[in-house]
């Protein structure tokens, strides 16, 4: 391995259980020393279900759970969403079946506020990674680790 990847790689694992390791929260209120850029992690019943990352986790926190976020600010609900109505793969083409069309229909729609009530309930970690290259791997590295179901790093 380079050795300048094997310097980003190094805090991989400390990090990691760093955020297993602290106390989650799932009332809805961010902690105070809940700060900055980082990884979070959402899980139900203490199955690691998603893994995001960002450079304000609490503005990102209130884009995953509030309920007027759209489908490009709740992301993970928007999966569930799809989960739950059968429309588990996404389509960039306007019309009926595109993101925003999908929010139209009333059953997605429902679907969709569910899931962002359900996410709200969930439990949530955060650890502060400030460098974008180590928080890149390390979302990567948890959701690998961790196994998360929602995570997937597609293109389309």
Request: proline content about 4%; charged content about 25%; overall charge positive.
């Amino acid at each position: 391995m380079h050795e300048t990847f094997r310097a980003f790689t190094e805090d991989l694992h400390p990090k990691f259980e760093a955020l297993m390791t602290q106390a989650h929260m799932s009332d809805g209120v961010l902690p105070a020393h809940y700060r900055g850029s980082g990884i979070y992690l959402f899980s139900e019943n203490a199955k690691s279900l998603y893994v995001g990352r960002t450079r304000d986790v609490r503005k990102r926190y209130r884009q995953h759970t509030r309920v007027y976020s759209g489908h490009n600010g709740a992301p993970f609900a928007y999966k569930l969403a799809r989960h739950a109505t059968g429309f588990v793969k996404a389509t960039y083409k306007a019309g009926p079946t595109s993101r925003a069309g999908m929010l139209q229909d009333p059953t997605f729609a429902k679907a969709f506020a569910d899931a962002i009530e359900r996410v709200r309930r969930m439990e949530f970690r955060f650890v502060e990674e400030l460098d974008p290259t180590r928080q890149c791997l390390l979302e990567i590295y948890v959701s690998v680790v961790c196994g998360s179901p929602y995570n997937d790093f597609n293109t389309t």
